[in-house]
T-cell receptor, first 113, second 113 residues
């Protein structure tokens, strides 16, 4: 399968714990996005990488959130000191060009209890 | 975060009927994309539009990029039960250096056999 891959698919964690999600984009896609989606809403932009450079971050991305893309390949999104409000679907997407198609992974469903 | 106005919010139709949904914005977009999302899954790209006035088809799906560059619509002809899901529009702004996709609020489609 050559699509965007996310791991894990589901994560349940206790409030206050740290969690890390991984995204493997489509090969040779140098653009990678993270989005968050809550129930009944469309995905909301979190951050964007071009190769290894993080070029844009949303104000939604509080200081408890950090994302990396070492070597411009896979990316990780870490949430520290999780809160119940962090419960959501976290989606990763990759794109081969600046403007145009973005292909999404299956998402990681986070539940903070 | 910012979301596009998408209508209708939901549609309940009989198999075989045609469906139309649209998306509007107060901003000008360079790209319009249409996605379908099944429960618990990531959005799947259906159609991408790049030019004002462009009309593009993908099987029973047809989408158009509005001439004003502030709107787009999606038509589904002869609906079938597997068309059930949530449809999202998404756009990329024409101005500024941002590459993020801004999503609509979604249209829930239910098809009765």
């Amino acid at each position: 399968d050559t699509g965007v891959s996310q791991d894990p698919r589901h994560k349940i964690t206790k409030r206050g714990q740290n969690v890390t999600f991984r995204c493997d984009p489509i090969s040779e896609h140098n653009r990678l996005y993270w989005y968050r989606q809550t129930l009944g809403q469309g995905p909301e932009f979190l951050t964007y990488f071009q190769n290894e450079a993080q070029l844009e971050k949303s104000r939604l991305l509080s200081d408890r959130f950090s994302a990396e893309r070492p070597k411009g390949s896979f990316s990780t999104l870490e949430i520290q000191r999780t809160e119940q409000g962090d419960s959501a679907m976290y989606l990763c997407a990759s794109s081969p060009r600046v403007m145009g198609e973005a292909f999404f992974g299956q998402g990681t469903r986070l539940t903070v209890v | 975060g910012q979301q596009l106005n998408q209508s209708p919010q939901s549609m309940f139709i009989q198999e075989g009927e045609d469906v139309s949904m649209n998306c509007t914005s107060s901003s000008i977009f360079n790209t319009w994309l249409w996605y379908k999302q099944d429960p618990g899954e990531g959005p799947v790209l259906l159609i991408a539009l790049y030019k004002a006035g462009e009309l593009t088809s993908n099987g029973r799906l047809t989408a158009q990029f509005g001439i004003t560059r502030k709107d787009s619509f999606l038509n589904i002809s002869a609906s079938i039960p597997s068309d059930v899901g949530i449809y999202f529009c998404a756009g990329q702004l024409a101005r500024g250096a941002t590459n993020k996709l801004i999503f609509g609020t979604g249209t829930l489609l239910a098809v009765q056999p």
